[in-house]
């Protein structure tokens, strides 16, 4: 890519020049002429730089690969007043992670959100690089620190072809503590202490080698259509990613779009196949009310910070493994507060269950996993937009092991043994690609 290497080396043209010894934030964006020779995901995968995040809008018309923090922030407030404190630097983006259970939980941590020294950024077929700079003391010091961050900075490569095999997978619960999950949350839901808890499941699988999470990333992206393509890799071994249906929310300006994605079935290669699938799906009772609890709990939560809701007949995604009910919503935002939107929204009845509270406690209690980043959100803040995706169809890289999540939504007349058969489908987006891009070595002799 020249003409990156071209625009980092004005890039230190500029940061040698004379900076004041005090504190400030400056931002340099440049635009590139042409397209980059390869892509994003590529570049960042170059990179020995952490952390890094990778981002691909659902529509597929944005994109950023982001590295290296010039900041990292403890908790979405935090990173929402810098960016209020910073409107003179109007394209700051803060970008990341926001765990499941958020702040609530000292045993894990809350977010990995941060300010990018470098982010490459696409938007159509518009591409610009940018790099932010920010101290609480010293410029000058801080441009020193960037320039040798810029020094570190690779040439892009192809992805390695992915070569992992599977040895082994352990199922966490395993069928007959799922079996026993549902039957309680059932009698939960019997007496009324529940409308819908949603139950997930921590595959681990043991690999013949470490997986390259981009590479892997990269081979869902090319499958897994009509899907936000997202990573944060915290060091070379350990990343988090997915290539998840589900919008938490978009903020533009005082614009909210959310939506209630919740109720599945299987999806079928055939067209007709999938057709009727996705017909008896708009017409069962048991995923209308999935779908319609969320709606529910979405306008509650809503109330007071968003006015005339409007909310979408249901339409059927069609994905590459499964097909789900998704009713979109609406609303104008009373002001235009990421953080509140997070709070109200994360987790939604989608991924946690109706009431909330009662919901979360009884994952807390019986779930016999932390869920971490699983079903949290995945994304950026900014001050003109803001947009998480529902961490789903997701899975953590650590070195040898690939922990693969999914959950189900349970309501009064779930099934347990269709609950598992619909985790498995959703597994199977990721799972599968070990499977498909399997590539065996090469035998010497
Ligand atoms: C919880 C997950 O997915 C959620 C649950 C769904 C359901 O139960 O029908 C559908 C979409 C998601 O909101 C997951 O993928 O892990
Ligand atoms: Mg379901």
Redesign the pocket.
């Given at each position: 890519m020249k003409q990156i290497s071209a625009i980092i080396e004005q890039l230190d043209t500029t940061l040698a020049g004379e900076w004041p010894d005090t504190a400030g934030i400056r931002q340099f964006s440049y635009s590139l002429q042409k397209q980059p020779d390869t892509g994003l995901l590529e570049w960042l995968s170059a990179q020995p730089c952490y952390p890094k995040f990778y981002w691909q809008q659902r529509d597929g018309n944005e994109e950023a690969a982001v590295c290296g923090d010039a900041y990292a922030f403890g908790d979405t407030a935090q990173a929402q007043a810098f960016i209020r404190e910073h409107q003179d630097v109007p394209d700051l983006h803060i970008w990341g992670l926001n765990a499941f259970n958020g702040a609530d939980n000292s045993a894990f941590a809350a977010n990995a959100l941060f300010l990018p020294r470098i982010e490459l950024c696409r938007q159509g077929t518009r591409y610009w690089l940018r790099c932010t700079l920010f101290s609480s003391h010293s410029l000058r010091e801080e441009a020193r620190r960037t320039r040798l961050f810029l020094r570190s900075l690779v040439a892009s490569q192809a992805l390695p072809p992915i070569a992992s095999r599977v040895l082994q997978h352990q199922h966490l619960p395993a069928q007959p503590q799922w079996n026993q999950l549902i039957t309680r949350a059932l009698s939960c839901i019997e007496e009324q202490q529940l409308d819908k808890v949603?139950l997930?499941r921590k595959t681990t699988l043991t690999l013949s080698q470490p997986l390259n999470a981009c590479a892997f990333l990269a081979a869902s992206r090319a499958v897994n259509h009509h899907c936000y393509h997202f990573m944060l890799a915290f060091t070379p071994q350990q990343a988090f990613l997915g290539s998840s249906p589900?919008r938490l929310f978009l903020r533009s300006h005082d614009e909210l779009y959310t939506e209630a994605?919740?109720?599945?079935v299987a999806n079928d290669p055939d067209d007709d196949k999938a057709q009727d699938l996705g017909d008896w799906l708009l017409n069962d009772g048991k995923n209308q009310r999935?779908n319609l609890l969320v709606v529910d709990d979405i306008c509650q939560r809503l109330q007071g910070g968003a006015q005339s809701l409007d909310i979408m007949p249901a339409e059927i995604l069609r994905l590459r493994k499964v097909q789900?009910l998704r009713r979109s919503i609406h609303g104008e935002l009373t002001e235009s507060d990421d953080a509140g939107c997070l709070q109200r929204l994360q987790p939604t009845a989608?991924?946690a269950g109706l009431p909330r509270q009662a919901a979360r406690e009884f994952i807390a209690e019986f779930e016999p996993f932390d869920r971490e980043w699983y079903?949290g959100s995945a994304g950026y803040i900014s001050a003109e937009q803001t947009e998480f995706t529902v961490a789903?169809?997701s899975a953590a890289v650590k070195g040898h092991h690939l922990e693969l999540?999914?959950?189900?939504?349970i309501v009064a007349g779930s099934d347990a043994a269709q609950e598992w058969q619909?985790i498995e489908n959703?597994a199977a987006g990721l799972r599968t690609l070990l499977e498909e891009h399997y590539t065996p070595a090469v035998q010497a002799g």
């Amino acid at each position: 890519m020249k003409q990156i290497s071209a625009i980092i080396e004005q890039l230190d043209t500029t940061l040698a020049g004379e900076w004041p010894d005090t504190a400030g934030i400056r931002q340099f964006s440049y635009s590139l002429q042409k397209q980059p020779d390869t892509g994003l995901l590529e570049w960042l995968s170059a990179q020995p730089c952490y952390p890094k995040f990778y981002w691909q809008q659902r529509d597929g018309n944005e994109e950023a690969a982001v590295c290296g923090d010039a900041y990292a922030f403890g908790d979405t407030a935090q990173a929402q007043a810098f960016i209020r404190e910073h409107q003179d630097v109007p394209d700051l983006h803060i970008w990341g992670l926001n765990a499941f259970n958020g702040a609530d939980n000292s045993a894990f941590a809350a977010n990995a959100l941060f300010l990018p020294r470098i982010e490459l950024c696409r938007q159509g077929t518009r591409y610009w690089l940018r790099c932010t700079l920010f101290s609480s003391h010293s410029l000058r010091e801080e441009a020193r620190r960037t320039r040798l961050f810029l020094r570190s900075l690779v040439a892009s490569q192809a992805l390695p072809p992915i070569a992992s095999r599977v040895l082994q997978h352990q199922h966490l619960p395993a069928q007959p503590q799922w079996n026993q999950l549902i039957t309680r949350a059932l009698s939960c839901i019997e007496e009324q202490q529940l409308d819908k808890v949603v139950l997930a499941r921590k595959t681990t699988l043991t690999l013949s080698q470490p997986l390259n999470a981009c590479a892997f990333l990269a081979a869902s992206r090319a499958v897994n259509h009509h899907c936000y393509h997202f990573m944060l890799a915290f060091t070379p071994q350990q990343a988090f990613l997915g290539s998840s249906p589900e919008r938490l929310f978009l903020r533009s300006h005082d614009e909210l779009y959310t939506e209630a994605l919740a109720g599945t079935v299987a999806n079928d290669p055939d067209d007709d196949k999938a057709q009727d699938l996705g017909d008896w799906l708009l017409n069962d009772g048991k995923n209308q009310r999935e779908n319609l609890l969320v709606v529910d709990d979405i306008c509650q939560r809503l109330q007071g910070g968003a006015q005339s809701l409007d909310i979408m007949p249901a339409e059927i995604l069609r994905l590459r493994k499964v097909q789900h009910l998704r009713r979109s919503i609406h609303g104008e935002l009373t002001e235009s507060d990421d953080a509140g939107c997070l709070q109200r929204l994360q987790p939604t009845a989608a991924v946690a269950g109706l009431p909330r509270q009662a919901a979360r406690e009884f994952i807390a209690e019986f779930e016999p996993f932390d869920r971490e980043w699983y079903a949290g959100s995945a994304g950026y803040i900014s001050a003109e937009q803001t947009e998480f995706t529902v961490a789903l169809r997701s899975a953590a890289v650590k070195g040898h092991h690939l922990e693969l999540y999914a959950g189900a939504g349970i309501v009064a007349g779930s099934d347990a043994a269709q609950e598992w058969q619909e985790i498995e489908n959703k597994a199977a987006g990721l799972r599968t690609l070990l499977e498909e891009h399997y590539t065996p070595a090469v035998q010497a002799g």
